[in-house]
């Protein structure tokens, strides 16, 4: 039975215990914890850029080349938040979409997923940012005006903590322990002078993430679609926008926007 059929789109998500995951069909979604510990059929059927709707190879972030080197929401701002400039009225790609995105609360936080790692994102996108991470824990160490002064903090930090999640740790639930809130603490005198009116003296709560998982891989093979279009297994999970099969293979959702993928029950 087809349970979808659509171009993929990065999963939503609902921020309850356990997180809830659906994938967004034209006309439909599916909640993707109700396929946990049942087999299923994915199948590679094309592509559609999630810009232009081309049906061509996509080259990243869902987007084909074309799109991807002129649209702004590719810009390099996104990945580099240190880059923006839209505070100093300044185009990048197109400047009232940098302004709309740029100008707005961002957070500067500290996560655990593997290690402890400083990430950056609109005010608007938690915890649906540190969900799509996979992070256990999340803590707030400032909330700026503007990705300007967020990037700049991350930069910053960057030369304490790492700003990359190890996937594959995530993945197999290999978690330290950090005290989350003395490490923020830490970060206040090593943020830039004009990011330091944006640390809050009193400490934020420490979130925690609940994830539908039952059984965690030991080892991990994860699945390409364009070398194996498609592929059958039994799901044992979900974390970050990975769903997690019983012989260790993963399938990054995200990593694979773009791509028109059919889903069956068997």
């Known amino acids: 039975m087809t349970v979808f059929e659509d171009v ?24 993707v914890n109700q396929l946990i510990s049942k087999d299923v059929r994915f199948s590679l059927r094309g592509y559609q850029c999630l810009n232009c709707g081309q049906d ?16 702004p929401q590719a810009g390099d701002w996104i990945m580099r938040p240190e880059l923006s400039k839209a505070h100093l009225d300044v185009q990048d790609r197109d400047l009232a979409y940098e302004k709309k995105v ?6 500067v936080y500290l996560a655990t997923a593997s290690d402890v790692k400083v990430g950056v994102t609109r005010k608007t996108q938690i915890p649906t940012r540190w969900i799509d991470q996979g992070a ?9 005006p503007n990705r300007y002064l967020a990037g700049v903090a991350e930069v910053a930090l960057k030369n304490h903590f790492t700003d990359k999640t190890n996937w594959r740790r995530m993945l197999q639930n290999q978690l330290n322990e950090f005290d989350l809130a003395m490490l923020r603490d830490q970060c206040k005198d090593l943020l830039p002078e004009e990011v330091q009116p944006y640390f809050s003296v009193s400490s934020p709560e420490i979130l925690e993430l609940n994830y539908p998982v039952e059984q965690y891989p ?49």
């Open 8 to 31: 993929l789109v990065k999963m939503s998500t609902e921020f309850l215990n356990p997180i809830q995951y659906y994938l967004h069909a034209q006309e439909n979604f599916i909640n």
């Open 218 to 266: 030991t080892k991990i093979s994860s699945l390409n679609l364009e070398k194996m279009p498609e592929y059958s297994g039994r799901i044992s999970g979900i974390k970050g926008q990975y769903i997690l099969f019983e012989d260790g293979t993963v399938f990054n959702v995200r990593a694979n926007e773009g791509n028109v993928v059919r889903l069956d029950l068997i």
């Open 136 to 144: 256990s824990k999340a803590i707030v160490v400032a909330e700026v």
């Open 56 to 71: 061509g190879k996509i080259f990243r972030q869902g987007f084909c080349y074309n799109c991807f080197t002129s649209i």
């Open 102 to 107: 740029q100008l707005q609360p961002h957070i």
